[in-house]
């Protein structure tokens, strides 16, 4: 892609993201996971490190889900997406301590539904 094209495509990234909503957000975000997490199974399936896919998807989680948690409004809720978004942390840093794909799918496999949730939510607003 072309210098010209990929500053635009950059700003249509973000214009998409400033006129979206905190839901749409969260989709977004689950998209850029399921990216980096697919790039980094099929780096462990070829015998590479993907240290960077790890590294981006977790921080993610961490900044994008586990920190847009709100406690007070969602209490259980928020809970217990804060013990699935705290498990898949630790499954990616077991991953990509024993190189386990299957581990890297596992985190896609759990957060998959969440992910259809924030999009079937979003779709009805």
């Not at 809970?79 to 898949?88: A, D, T």
Request: proline share 2%; net charge negative; glycine share 4%.
């Amino acid at each position: 892609m072309n210098k010209a094209a990929l500053k635009y495509a950059d700003g249509n990234n973000l214009t998409s993201v400033m006129a979206a909503d905190a839901r749409e957000l969260i989709v977004l975000i689950h998209e850029r996971i399921f990216d980096h997490l697919t790039t980094a199974k099929k780096a462990l399936e070829n015998d590479q490190m993907p240290a960077d896919s790890f590294v981006k998807a977790s921080d993610l989680i961490i900044k994008g889900l586990l920190g847009c948690l709100d406690y007070k409004k969602g209490k259980e809720i928020a809970e217990n997406l804060s013990v699935i978004y705290l498990w898949s942390i630790q499954e990616l840093i077991s991953a990509r301590a024993e190189r386990s794909a299957d581990k890297v799918q596992d985190v896609i496999n759990t957060l998959t539904p969440l992910y259809e949730a924030w999009v079937e939510i979003s779709d009805r607003v």
